[in-house]
């Protein structure tokens, strides 16, 4: 599955397939378990890691972190990880897989299961899917680190916007979609996102600085935060059966170690 393209990548081109930015500053209570889930995705040497150290190297933020890295890194495929997050087993081979069946695919995107403190999932979010109002009423969903794009688009289309802090990859997908850019649904789940304390966006302690910058964008980019659009959208979710996957997957993956997903 994808390892035509793994074993080309290792034997006859320098750089690796996949670049994989984690950015990091200050405590770093989960990043060895981040690490460990690169590592157990079997690529080898065609996955390169590259570790943005705000501690060392200064930045203004997450987002100017990500830019900087994204200029480091020599892969065809880029993507991120934050430091408390995890990719889950097998995501790249199925990232692989994809590559394989598609020509031409720029971008990827998969869904997401969000894990506790220890790692155990808690709920999931299976929408990352194109739908026809997405980069003209709605702005884009789909989590960050379970975005995998090449490199020439990156390059192409530009980064993240270094003045944002919070929704810095929602306003990135939006205007590469207005760009006329359009993601290809993994159909499967590919980021850990853990829920602590710590996590900028979690705990309520940011919300509305959250939701303000939201609005910000979406009126810069001029799509809907709320209202008829935003209705459809998850009416959209029925029809599809994003909605009823996502419940049966909550059911069925919730109190499992991440570990165990996709294995």
């Known amino acids: 599955m994808?390892?035509?393209?793994?074993?080309k990548v290792k034997e006859s081109v320098k750089y690796p397939l996949f670049s994989c930015v984690i950015p990091v500053?200050?405590?770093?209570?989960?990043?060895?378990?981040?690490?460990?889930?690169?590592?157990?995705?079997?690529?080898?040497?065609a996955l390169e890691?590259?570790?943005?150290?705000?501690d060392v190297e200064q930045?203004?933020?997450?987002?100017?972190?990500?830019n900087k890295g994204f200029a480091k890194a020599k892969g065809e495929w880029l993507f991120w990880l934050n430091a408390d997050d995890v990719l889950l087993p097998g995501a790249?081979?199925?990232?692989?897989?994809?590559?394989?069946?598609?020509?031409?695919?720029?971008?990827?995107?998969?869904?997401?299961?969000?894990?506790?403190?220890?790692?155990?999932?808690?709920?999931?979010?299976?929408?990352?899917?194109?739908?026809?109002?997405?980069?003209?009423?709605?702005?884009v969903w789909t989590g960050g680190p379970s975005a995998f794009f090449r490199r020439e688009l990156w390059e192409r289309r530009g980064g993240f916007d270094a003045g944002l802090k919070y929704v810095m990859d929602i306003d990135l997908?939006?205007?590469?979609?207005?760009?006329?850019?359009?993601?290809?649904?993994?159909?499967?789940?590919?980021?850990?996102?853990?829920?602590?304390?710590?996590?900028?966006?979690?705990?309520?302690?940011?919300?509305?600085?959250?939701?303000?910058?939201?609005?910000?964008?979406?009126?810069?980019?001029?799509?809907?935060?709320?209202?008829f659009w935003r209705n459809m959208s998850r009416a959209a979710s029925l029809l599809d059966g994003s909605w009823a996957k996502r419940r049966r997957d909550s059911k069925s993956l919730r109190g499992k170690a991440y570990s165990e997903i996709g294995t």
């Open 59 to 66: 930045d203004s933020g997450q987002s100017d972190a990500l």
């Open 2 to 7: 994808g390892m035509d393209v793994l074993e």
């Open 92 to 139: 790249l081979k199925k990232v692989l897989d994809r590559i394989n069946r598609i020509d031409r695919i720029n971008w990827i995107a998969g869904d997401t299961v969000y894990l506790d403190e220890k790692g155990i999932v808690k709920d999931v979010r299976c929408d990352a899917r194109w739908r026809p109002w997405f980069g003209k009423k709605l702005s």
């Open 173 to 227: 997908w939006t205007r590469w979609a207005k760009e006329g850019e359009r993601f290809v649904g993994l159909g499967d789940y590919a980021w850990g996102f853990r829920m602590h304390g710590g996590s900028k966006t979690m705990g309520g302690v940011n919300s509305a600085a959250q939701t303000a910058e939201r609005h910000a964008i979406d009126e810069k980019n001029g799509v809907a935060s709320f209202g």
């Open 49 to 54: 890691v590259v570790v943005q150290d705000g």
């Open 25 to 45: 500053k200050g405590e770093k209570p989960f990043f060895r378990d981040a690490l460990s889930s690169l590592e157990s995705q079997g690529m080898g040497d």
